[in-house]
């Protein structure tokens, strides 16, 4: 009974394939976060945004277009993606974006890259 | 030198133990501190948070040593559910961009 859903839960995309994966949360909460996570790595942030603005990407190759519509939904459009894309993408969400605020987090969208 | 290092283990105890996962960060500057919980092929969800002065929430005790950039996190009384990965974070900066170490697996055995 998470507060952010993340759809899909599996993709599987080719190189040449665009896709989308959706997040939205019923937490009320400004700011949305999405991460990387890679086998045997720790989480990576790729994107935040807070109340609907990007103030952080850490320098994630274009092929990842984020989108922030409002403040409940987020997106990540992927476009010919490369095999190390393969991962699970997070999604997450804060109340803002003090440092003292723990983020929640979808159950993820595993993406496989053919 | 990682940001967040941690033992990835696995650790493997029997049910009852009392286990201890340690943690270092590297930025002195760090601001607040968090132990995660990541289930297999599911989605970290806050465990607690980490104070200066110690904290517990029921058999979960964590600890925070500023000079000594050290977080730990004490399981008492194991049980098969803890069983999973925990995960240190540190936090900081007006982004309140989390830093995650790679987790320490815990599996508790009957």
């Known amino acids: 009974e998470t507060g952010v859903t993340q759809t899909p839960r599996h993709l599987v995309m080719g190189m040449t394939n665009k896709k989308s994966l959706k997040c939205e949360q019923h937490?009320?909460?400004?700011?949305m976060y999405w991460y990387k996570q890679s086998a045997k790595k720790p989480l990576e942030l790729m994107f935040v945004?807070?109340?609907?603005?990007?103030?952080e990407n850490n320098s994630v190759p274009s092929r990842f277009s984020p989108e922030c519509p409002n403040s409940s939904h987020l997106f990540l459009h992927l476009h010919t993606l490369q095999p190390e894309d393969s991962a699970l993408y997070l999604c997450a969400s804060s109340p803002g974006t003090g440092s003292s605020q723990p983020q929640h987090f979808g159950d993820g969208t595993r993406l496989s890259i053919l | 030198r990682k940001e967040v290092e941690q033992d990835p283990g696995p650790f493997n105890v029997p049910e009852g133990a009392t286990v201890a996962f340690n943690c270092t960060y590297s930025?002195?500057?760090?601001?607040?501190f968090f132990w995660y919980r990541q289930d297999c092929r599911k989605e970290p969800k806050l465990l607690m948070s980490v104070y200066s002065s110690g904290n517990e929430d029921g058999r979960f005790t964590a600890q925070l040593n500023r000079a000594s950039q050290y977080i730990s996190l004490l399981i008492r009384d194991s049980k098969l559910s803890d069983s999973a990965t925990y995960l240190c974070v540190v936090s900081g900066g007006a982004t309140n961009k989390l830093i995650f170490g790679t987790g320490t697996l815990l599996a508790v055995q009957p």
């Open positions: 930025n002195s500057a760090s601001q607040s």
């Open positions: 937490l009320g909460h400004n700011a």
């Open positions: 945004y807070s109340l609907e603005e990007r103030v």
